[in-house]
């Protein structure tokens, strides 16, 4: 049975016969109802343009018109899901108009359908499963526009191990500018290589937070797969539960020998990979990888030379192939990546308009991050459909307000700390990372372990890692000591206050 239908509203089917053979007995003639929803098909055409049609409406069919419901199916959840929540209206005008349908619209999801098998409905338990999906936000927004300038899939994206890939996260969505030239061209080669085929390997790219590195890479996943290789994309904290959970279940050879088979490993945040045994493990597998000819493809924040956590050999191994740096976003390619973006919500957003001037603006005064582009964007829209004002000046100011107040000028690194305060004491990098405990080491290394913990975000047991695997209680110490010598003596005031301008310009 169908549940009970107000007029107007945007229905599902609860339970009951095939929608299909309800149409032929009850929707009236299949010919008269295909002509009806052409003509829907092209007032969405006309109305939302071709992009969009045929991302969004492009495989909705429709079964039936019954008992005044206009029944429609969809190839997948997402799609139906999508619908529903974005052009639920629009589709029941257009149906009410052309498929006498007064009661509305019900969307169901085909089944693939066994041979001699008719197509079924959802259950109930599929729908409530399927109407708390939405529409994904950016998982990695530093060069991906909006989620509604993609069409729907047929099937996720899934690597070879399981990993569920961003489709937004392509070549075709990434904004090429001279910051991230060669690293562009550097990932399409690879992605473009045959399988046993290694251009660069390893292929090392690093780059700030929000400048394009999980987009680049998630994109040279996508394509590779396209062409037929097998691929394995990892952050580095799956990477470590994947192994670990492989230790406790006593399927480590197992997990070890799926990862041999591969043709393209890619790590992500390598430098986040910690632990002697699984660090071991990774050195294994990408030595093995690399002597049989497979592609290896890593990203981290930093150079290899400056994985201090990582042992020596894996990081000489990493930086035995081509290191590649995603530098900062310049202006112009700040203004064409939130172009895009703005573009992108244009789409589902057809009355959103922003003035070239306004783009130019706020691509001046947000000079962080791809990331925190996104964010403008997202704030002008919702300023703008929330009040129903037009995009000016003074509201996209008010929008991103936030965002350039919070802009930081210059991101410290602990290794840069030690440099200088080991150049500034006359003392060895290696001095402040030993067990040495003379009066001339210890200062200088309580001082390095002040200004990291009051210049970077780090814990601090990341920084006493990062300090000779020294326990956090040891850096809280340090930090208490400086602090109460800094109020004592101005002159050691005055001297830190120097270096944290020096490692701050």
């Known amino acids: ?16 016969p095939s929608v299909a053979k309800l149409g032929l007995t009850k929707g009236g003639s299949a010919a008269a109802e295909k002509e009806s929803w052409d003509r829907v098909r092209r007032r969405l055409r006309a109305e939302l343009g071709e992009d969009v049609f045929s991302s969004w409406f492009a495989r909705v069919e429709i079964c039936a018109v019954v008992e005044g419901v206009a029944h429609l199916t969809v190839p997948t959840r997402f799609l139906k899901s999508w619908l529903e929540a974005h052009y639920a209206e629009r589709l029941r005008a257009h149906c009410i108009a052309e498929l006498n349908a007064p009661h509305g619209v019900s ?22 499963r399927t109407s708390a999906v939405r529409a994904p936000s950016p998982v990695n927004a ?12 047929e099937r996720d994206l899934v690597d070879a191990c399981g990993t569920l890939l961003d489709r937004r996260m392509s070549f075709q969505n990434f904004v090429v500018g001279k910051s991230n030239a060669l690293a562009f061209a550097a990932a399409e080669r690879i992605a473009a290589a045959p399988a046993g085929a290694t251009p660069y390997n390893p292929l090392y790219i690093h780059a700030g937070v929000g400048l394009g590195k999980t987009h680049l890479i998630q994109a040279i996943a996508q394509e590779a797969r396209q062409q037929g290789k097998r691929v394995a994309y990892f952050t580095a904290d799956r990477f470590m539960y994947g192994f670990v959970a492989a230790l406790k279940s006593q399927t480590a050879l197992a997990f070890k020998e799926k990862l041999r088979g591969i043709d393209l490993l890619i790590v992500d945040d390598v430098q986040f990979i910690q632990g002697r045994s699984i660090q071991q493990e990774f050195g294994h597998t990408i030595n093995a990888l690399i002597d049989a000819g497979k592609q290896i493809v890593v990203a981290a924040d930093r150079l290899p030379t400056d994985l201090e956590s990582m042992e020596e050999r894996i990081r000489s191994r990493l930086a035995g192939g081509l290191a590649v740096e995603i530098g900062e976003l310049d202006e112009g390619l700040r203004v064409k990546i939130l172009g895009s973006r703005l573009e992108a919500l244009k789409a589902a ?12 603006y706020v691509a001046h005064a947000v000079a962080t991050n791809g990331r925190d582009l996104d964010g ?13 004002a037009t995009v000016t000046m003074e509201t996209a100011e008010a929008a991103i307000r936030d965002l350039v107040r919070t802009r930081e000028p210059r991101r410290v690194k602990i290794e840069e700390i030690q440099k200088l305060v080991a150049t500034r004491y006359n003392v060895s990098r290696a001095d402040i990372l030993s ?18 913990k009051a210049l970077t975000p780090r814990s601090l047991p990341e920084i006493g890692r990062r300090f000779g695997g020294r326990d956090h209680t040891t850096v809280l ?7 109460k010598a800094i109020g004592e003596d101005r002159l050691l005031h005055d001297e830190v206050d120097l270096l944290k301008r020096m490692l701050q310009e």
């Open 349 to 360: 957003h057809p009355s959103f308009q922003v003035n070239p001037d306004v783009v130019a």
């Open 142 to 153: 530093e060069a991906a526009p909006a989620a509604t300038a993609l069409p729907p899939c």
């Open 477 to 483: 110490h340090a930090v208490r000591k400086i602090e």
């Open 376 to 388: 403008a964007a997202n704030r002008i829209l919702a300023h703008a459909t929330l009040t129903g």
């Open 435 to 452: 067990e040495r405990r003379t009066a001339a080491v210890v200062k200088p290394r309580q001082i390095a372990m002040y200004l990291a």
């Open 107 to 128: 969307l169901s999801v085909r089944q693939v359908a066994r041979e001699g098998a008719e197509p079924r409905p959802e259950s109930p338990a599929q729908r409530s």
């Open 1 to 16: 049975m169908l549940e009970q239908i107000e007029t107007g509203d945007f229905v599902d089917v609860a339970s009951g």
